[in-house]
């Protein structure tokens, strides 16, 4: 098949930014849409042109780095697939493709469709973890969990981090990534002693680095790869409110035997 | 070279207590100041990066993407093995022990293997304990499954997620010392040469990938944790970005590498569909616990799977390998499998297919269950081939995937150069000639957990480490060397692009160097690598310039690399006259096609030491002792 691609193109950070028409030639169906990329990069690349720049690796949906706006909609027409899963048999012969970066305040564009995501490591930084120093954990047996509660947080534990989810929001949220985590920990027992002040510090966290807030337009929902639910949103609005009623100032005394 | 294993003396279940009592240490106020690189961010990378700074280091981590949480470690679907004997079948850490140093056909250290025996226990406690959400049954307790090469139930599972699981585990670690001030994060930087300085590993050289930048960065040891060079092949089932740059600068900056032949044809993989394609996909072994593997009887039969009976099918691992079935080691799965498509009975386009069968599971236990184990791995499969598994068999074919070989270590972790030390798939430790399933995950993290962590410790408490400046003249040297290397690459403007020779370099590799081979295919790889590589630096084309974001030149380098690393291989497989694991010397198996090792000339470790450019590499040998398993012929029949 043949397809027509209007890629956002921008050389640098600060630089400016525009759409440029490609021609995709002889596409095969079973291909992946970076797999299309990739021979229009070749192509580029032999007529002395800089190649499309786009961020990807495992190229088979895990590890969250690709990543693009695909006619408007993040990683492209097909439900729960990432784009470096979704094949060109999702389009037609004669297709015009608009392919552009995740656009958010919080992700500025490195170049042509790669973005700077370290506002979500941010986010896990605030307070994303169990704090478990190596060693010395009880063993695996010794606090059982209920099924439906593993479960549930490895629902909730399957975020890939790709953005998608902001970059689909109207207001550029962060709100399924941060709730995805604080609800994968606060299903397990392992995550009870920090739950409260860590929806308060991730989601104080994710203000911080100017993503939007949460009006449940449920984008986010519909744009997950990995399908992950908005009532994670609903979980970690209960427990911010919970967090910032109840949850006790630090002690500012330190130890001080001997 | 001296090759120094520095295994602790006495009985091997005690070697690592006595070890760890003998280590020195380091006093608490004195860890914050020692600064330590960790090169990775996979699980090795990370858990060790996390651990040292719990300690008290100062480290610095690197990755060449955009977040440590995208390592390729995340790819890992099955699981990870532990000798917890909650299914209370008979295992324990002497049997894993014993599985591991079988499954690797008898040239991996025995100490290194009980180590890990014994230190698996520890690992799922600690993932456990980060909130890692393995698999559990209904009364609350963790489940388990069963992997190729074993016959007890010792795999721990998150789903088809097991390594995402265990990587967040280790990535949130690595975050709360980022946020505590006891790491340092380097994402989007790519290590492109190491820094030795009176003969000690003492930093790094990088490109931030970003801004193009060339940097250095010194410290007080150096640990690379960079992962597996299967991309050697182009197709592999390893991430696009998945290289040897790292460990293959610091083999010619001195340190030996391991057995670089050493290669794992995985047999469960998504068959090619066309020239394009960019990668392969592993269906995870985890599938042969219910899917059962089988080719038509008949050669030539091109009819659809259903239309097959009973009779005239060919279930081929149960009738070679009653004992172990379709859990046969990888290995022997994998030849098995080309076996029947070079017998003209493999199935799918170009005939290099075979079925992996869902049907008699699905029958069994419900399509519900069989969709609660594996359903993300069905979808995915589908995804990529537009068939339904449920509906018709999945057509599978082995595909590159794991490296044993690496950079030699001794039993501290530390490369042939002091102060380096080299963690995960990037050693070429603990799996001999074969890494069994699940057993990668489990190596990475108790390196990373509970290895270095001490061994580190003993290293910088036995130095005096003099300060070195970014103006010493070997480091500067080094910069120069890297920058002038980057010029080099840019400045060629040929026509041929870096995709075009990496693909005609993995066809060479996986022609003569791959799932079987000969001396005589092996010495046509020697001719036709050089050659390549000559005309990679003659008429390379690298748009753009250094001073940008620029993936054309990051492939180049990696490139570069892997076509110096290919050689070495075939090197490598040429001299070791014998067929072991996954290496498989057609010239050397017995009369029913199996590998046949010789124990009396190859049982050690080939340890290639760099010579300088253009000439041959020097082969080192560290022989293997066999005192706690008796070297026996490997059977699973
Ligand atoms: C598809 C797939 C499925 C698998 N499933 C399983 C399984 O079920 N069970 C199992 O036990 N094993 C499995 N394995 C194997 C296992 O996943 C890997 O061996 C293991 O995760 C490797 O971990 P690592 O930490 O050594 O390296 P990696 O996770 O590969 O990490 C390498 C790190 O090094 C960094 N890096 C590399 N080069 C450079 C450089 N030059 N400069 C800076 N940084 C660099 C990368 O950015 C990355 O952070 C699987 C492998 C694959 C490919
Ligand atoms: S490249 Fe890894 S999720 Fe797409």
Redesign the interface.
């Given at each position: 098949m043949n397809v027509t691609l209007r890629v956002w193109r921008q050389?640098?950070?600060s630089a400016a930014g525009k759409f440029v028409e490609y021609q995709a030639r002889d596409i095969?169906a079973?291909?992946?849409f970076?797999?299309m990329l990739?021979?229009v990069n070749?192509e580029?690349?032999?007529k002395?042109?800089?190649?499309i720049?786009f961020?990807?690796?495992?190229?088979?949906?895990?590890?969250?780095?690709c990543g693009l706006m695909i006619s408007g909609v993040a990683h492209g027409p097909m439900k729960?697939?990432t784009t470096c899963?979704l094949?060109m048999?999702s389009f037609t012969d004669g297709d015009t493709i608009t392919v552009e970066p995740w656009r958010a305040s919080a992700f500025p564009v490195?170049?042509d469709l790669?973005v700077?995501?370290?506002s979500?490591?941010r986010i896990?930084?605030?307070g994303?973890?169990?704090?478990?120093?190596?060693?010395n954990?009880?063993?695996?047996?010794a606090?059982?969990?209920?099924?439906p509660d593993?479960d549930a947080?490895?629902d909730a534990?399957?975020c890939?981090?790709c953005g998608a989810c902001v970059a689909a929001c109207p207001n550029g949220s962060a709100s399924l990534f941060t709730a995805a985590k604080i609800s994968?920990?606060g299903y397990?027992p392992?995550?009870q002693p920090e739950r409260y002040r860590r929806a308060l510090k991730m989601v104080a966290q994710m203000d911080l680095e100017h993503f939007g807030g949460c009006t449940l337009f449920g984008e986010c929902q519909a744009a997950c790869p990995k399908e992950i639910s908005i009532d994670t949103i609903a979980r970690m609005n209960r427990d911010y409110l919970y967090g910032s009623v109840f949850e006790r100032e630090e002690s500012r005394s330190a130890g001080g035997a001997g | 070279m001296e090759l120094k294993s520095n295994i602790p003396g006495g009985p091997i279940a005690e070697k690592w207590d006595k070890h760890k009592f003998e280590m020195k240490l380091v006093n608490p106020a004195n860890k914050r100041k020692y600064h330590v690189l960790v090169v990775g961010s996979g699980l090795a990378g990370a858990s060790a990066a996390a651990t040292m700074s719990e300690l008290g280091y100062n480290v610095s981590c690197y990755c060449f993407q955009d977040s440590p949480r995208r390592a390729h470690s995340i790819a890992a679907q099955g699981g990870i093995n532990a000798a917890k004997n909650y299914q209370n079948d008979g295992d324990s850490i002497q049997r894993l022990f014993y599985d591991t140093v079988k499954g690797g056909d008898f040239r991996a250290r025995e100490a290194n293997v009980y180590r890990l025996a014994q230190i698996s226990v520890n690992i799922i406690d600690q993932c456990v304990a980060q909130g890692v959400p393995f698999a559990r049954e209904y009364g609350g307790l963790l489940a388990n499954r069963s992997f190729g090469g074993a016959q007890v139930s010792r795999t721990f599972y998150a789903r088809g997620q097991t390594g995402q699981q265990l990587l967040l585990g280790a990535y949130q670690a690595l975050e709360k010392e980022i946020a505590k001030g006891g790491v340092t994060m380097y994402p989007r930087t790519e290590m492109l040469d190491l820094i030795v300085v009176d003969g000690r590993a003492r930093g790094i050289v990088t490109r931030n990938l970003v801004t193009g930048k060339i940097e250095t960065h010194l410290g007080d040891a150096v640990v690379l944790a960079t992962g597996g060079y299967g991309n050697v092949f182009y197709l592999s089932t390893n991430a696009k970005g998945s290289n040897t740059t790292a460990i293959w600068r610091a083999y010619k900056r001195g340190a030996a590498f391991g057995n670089p032949c050493y290669t794992q044809i995985h047999p469960t993989c998504i068959p090619q569909s066309g020239d394009y394609q960019s990668k392969l996909t592993l269906m995870s072994e985890s599938l042969r616990n219910d899917g059962r593997v089988w080719v038509p009887k008949q050669a030539g039969d091109t009819r659809a799977p259903h239309e097959i009976p009973e009779a005239e099918r060919d279930y081929y691992l149960e009738r070679k390998y009653p004992s172990y079935g379709n859990l046969s080691p990888r290995d022997i799965a994998s030849r098995a499998a080309k076996e029947a498509c070079d017998s003209g009975r493999g199935v799918g386009p170009g005939g290099l297919g075979v079925y992996l069968d869902f049907r008699d599971a699905i029958n069994r236990l419900g399509r519900d269950k069989i969709e609660e184990r594996y359903g993300n791995l069905f979808q995915m499969y589908e995804r990529i081939t537009d068939e339904d598994p449920y509906k018709v068999p999945m057509r599978i074919y082995p595909a590159v995937h794991y490296t044993m070989g690496g950079l030699w270590v001794d039993y501290n972790l530390m490369s042939t150069i002091p102060g380096l030390h080299v963690l995960g798939e990037a050693n070429f430790s603990d799996h001999g000639a074969n890494r069994l399933g699940a057993s990668a995950l489990m190596q990475g993290l108790a390196d990373g957990y509970f290895v270095i962590p001490y061994t580190i410790g003993n290293y910088l408490a036995g130095q005096k480490l003099e300060p070195v400046s970014k103006d010493h003249p070997e480091v500067r040297a080094v910069e120069r060397e890297v920058e002038e290397r980057t010029r080099r690459l840019l400045g060629i403007k040929g026509k041929r692009s870096v995709q075009s020779f990496h693909r005609e370099l993995g066809k060479v590799m996986w022609e003569y160097c791959g799932m079987a081979r000969n001396a005589q295919g092996l010495q046509e790889a020697l001719a036709r690598i050089p050659a390549l590589r000559e005309e990679f630096w003659e008429n390379l084309n690298v748009p753009g310039s250094g001073e940008e974001l620029n993936q054309s030149l990051e492939q180049a380098g990696r490139v570069a690399d892997f076509l110096e690393l290919g050689e070495l291989m075939c090197r490598d497989a040429l001299h070791r006259e014998e067929s072991c694991g996954g290496h498989f010397r057609t010239e050397h198996q017995t009369e029913d096609g199996e590998a046949k090792r010789d124990d009396e000339h190859f049982t050690y470790v080939a340890a290639w030491e760099y010579a300088g450019e253009g000439k041959t590499p020097i082969l080192n040998k560290e022989s293997l002792e066999f005192e706690n398993v008796h070297l026996a012929t490997r059977s699973y029949k």
């Open positions: 050389p640098g950070p095969s079973e291909m992946s970076l797999e990739d021979v070749e580029l690349t032999a002395g042109e800089q190649p720049a961020d990807h690796d495992c190229r088979e949906g895990i590890c969250g780095m729960a697939t899963q094949h048999r490195l170049r790669c700077d995501r370290s979500l490591d896990v930084q605030a994303g973890y169990v704090s478990v120093s190596t060693g954990a009880p063993d695996g047996n606090i059982p969990i209920a099924k593993a947080a490895m534990a399957a890939i981090g994968h920990l397990l392992q995550g | -």
